[in-house]
């Protein structure tokens, strides 16, 4: 007898439908996992030694800094987070060059 429970399915339209991930610093859509990595102290460590302790990061391939939606614990430094900006969309972006000034 299998008890499993099967995760909801996210239809091919839903995601077709969804917004892309934009970078908060520079806009741009691409990104790549990279590792970095925290010191552990031997005095908060269990083993009682220094330990290097990996994070699994996610960052933009344009400006190497994290998005906070790839921060959800907030285990990354501030130093390495991307700063919210305003980025316009392409199709705002047309519209302003459209504008005539009087």
């Known amino acids: 007898m299998n008890n499993s429970i099967?995760?909801?399915?996210i239809s091919k339209e839903t995601i077709i439908n969804?917004?892309?991930?934009?970078?908060?610093?520079?806009?741009?859509?691409f990104f790549e996992e990279k590792l970095l990595f925290k010191k552990v102290s031997a005095l908060l460590s269990p083993t009682g030694k220094?330990?290097?302790?990996?994070?699994?990061?996610?960052?933009c391939t344009k400006c190497q800094l994290i998005s906070s939606d790839f921060n959800p614990q907030k285990l990354i430094p501030e130093q390495y987070l991307a700063k919210?900006?305003?980025?316009?969309?392409?199709n705002e972006i047309n519209q302003t060059n459209n504008l005539?000034?009087?």
């Not at 220094?50 to 960052?59: R, S």
């Not at 919210?84 to 392409?90: A, G, I, N």
């Open 6 to 9: 099967t995760p909801p399915q």
């Open 84 to 90: 919210k900006k305003v980025v316009m969309q392409s």
């Open 18 to 29: 969804a917004p892309v991930v934009l970078c908060e610093n520079c806009g741009n859509s």
């Open 100 to 102: 005539k000034t009087i």
């Open 50 to 59: 220094a330990e290097l302790f990996p994070l699994q990061v996610v960052v």
